[in-house]
């Protein structure tokens, strides 16, 4: 289990690092916040309260000049941007719509949540391996 999550972090550390290789840069706001429950996969509007996370929902121009709009993926509760907030956006240049606000919970959180569960499961498997081979 641990070595499964510590390749899933680092594959999506490479997805990271390759999307901001790829990146091109623009200035964003965010026009609104996108209640949503969050359970952990398919989401649905819900009347705000301590259930709910707030999503960054910000508009761009990208490089050609098209006003673009997307929903960021990484949200919180108490929401970390402000409406009228002017934020960093990278996006692909051959998919704008593949657009994140540059930050670190956007680029970094989901490799870092996998990889150090990976670490600790693996090391938790370790000691346990060590403790028992030790026993006569």
């Known amino acids: 289990m641990g070595a499964l999550s510590l390749v899933v972090g680092l594959v999506l550390a490479g997805v990271s690092v390759s999307f901001l290789t790829d990146a091109e840069r ?16 398919g989401s649905r509007k819900v009347r705000v309260d301590d259930q709910s996370v707030a ?5 761009f121009t990208s490089a050609d000049g098209t006003p673009r709009k997307f929903r960021d993926s990484a ?6 941007y402000e409406v009228g907030e002017h934020v960093e956006v990278l996006y692909r240049p ?11 919970i956007s680029l970094w959180l989901a490799p870092l949540i996998f990889g150090g569960i990976g ?8 000691v346990i391996a060590l403790v ?3 026993r006569p």
């Open 55 to 59: 999503y960054p929902v910000v508009e």
């Open 132 to 134: 028992t081979r030790r």
């Open 94 to 104: 051959d998919s704008p719509e593949d657009a994140r606000i540059k930050g670190f």
């Open 119 to 126: 670490l600790l499961f693996m090391g938790i498997g370790t």
């Open 75 to 80: 949200g919180s509760n108490p929401p970390s």
């Open 26 to 41: 623009a200035q964003g706001t965010v026009v609104a916040l996108d209640w949503r429950e969050d359970h952990g996969g």
